[in-house]
Nanobody
Framework: QVTLVESGGGLVEPGGSLSLSCATAKVPLDPLDIGWFRQVPGKEREGVGC????????FASEFVNGRFTISRVNNENTVYLRMNNLKPEDAGTYYCAGGFGACRDGTVRAQLYGNWGQGTQVTVSA
């Protein structure tokens, strides 16, 4: 069992940027593929993107926007979701999740991930 913790959310004006982090205090993330998901009130959770243990990144089709970046550093227990030029429609609660081999088939599916963080809220408003 791995507990993931998201951080970095907050209130930002349109056009601003946020960098979200997914981390553990002591358990290595290196063996895990990490996915990012978003939940908007009243709607189902949707995949944003994922990064494999080797650093290969896949974005869900709805999030291939050129404004988001997912990255990880070898031997560092943190995965990042960088969001630039934020728009109001980007708002929601963002979750990270871990799964073995979950980011290999070109999709970002919640069913493939078994370890979830508590979420961090992103609000985009002027």
């Amino acid at each position: 069992q791995v507990t993931l913790v998201e951080s970095g959310g907050g209130l930002v004006e349109p056009g601003g940027s946020l960098s979200l982090s997914c981390a553990t205090a002591k358990v290595p993330l290196d063996p895990l593929d990490i996915g990012w998901f978003r939940q908007v009130p009243g709607k189902e959770r949707e995949g944003v993107g994922c990064i494999s243990r080797r650093g290969d990144v896949t974005f869900a089709s709805e999030f291939v926007n050129g404004r988001f970046t997912i990255s990880r550093v070898n031997n560092e227990n943190t995965v990042y979701l960088r969001m630039n030029n934020l728009k109001p429609e980007d708002a929601g609660t963002y979750y990270c999740a871990g799964g073995f081999g979950a980011c290999r088939d070109g999709t970002v599916r919640a069913q493939l991930y078994g370890n979830w963080g508590q979420g961090t809220q992103v609000t985009v408003s002027a």
